[in-house]
């Protein structure tokens, strides 16, 4: 199984940045996905996720109204499109695969988002 992020890099604040996870390995409709990230010293968190078929999204407090989660499920990609990107957004982003109801679980190798202000 992969996951490989891509799409990270450094922008100003205000910009914009898109994310993409390509999966492989996996029947990518069965799983959900999602998007976390980890600054160093901290705790890895939640971002957004979407559901199996893409009808169900969920976003933290701190992505809402900026960054959109969404999936093809033909191509085995997801993606994160970040807007208005401030400083606080800096981190490692995560791409995760999980198999809802079988303890399934993948993650990528994560991309650097890095705003400067």
């Known amino acids: 199984v992969q996951l490989v992020e891509s799409g990270g890099g450094l922008v100003q604040a205000g910009g914009s940045l898109r994310l993409s996870c390509a999966a492989s390995?996996?029947?990518?409709?069965?799983?959900?996905m999602g998007w976390y990230r980890q600054d160093p010293g901290k705790q890895r968190e939640l971002v957004a996720v979407?559901?199996?078929?893409?009808?169900?999204?969920t976003y933290a407090d701190s992505a809402k109204g900026r960054f959109t989660i969404s999936r093809d499920n033909a191509k085995n990609t997801m993606y994160l499109e970040m807007t208005n990107l401030k400083p606080e957004d800096t981190a490692v982003y995560y791409c995760?695969?999980?198999?809802?109801?079988?303890?399934?679980?993948?993650w990528g190798q994560g991309t650097q988002v890095t705003v400067s202000s």
């Open positions: 995760n695969a999980r198999l809802i109801g079988h303890q399934v679980d993948y």
């Open positions: 390995g996996i029947t990518f409709s069965f799983y959900a």
């Open positions: 979407i559901s199996s078929g893409g009808g169900r999204t």
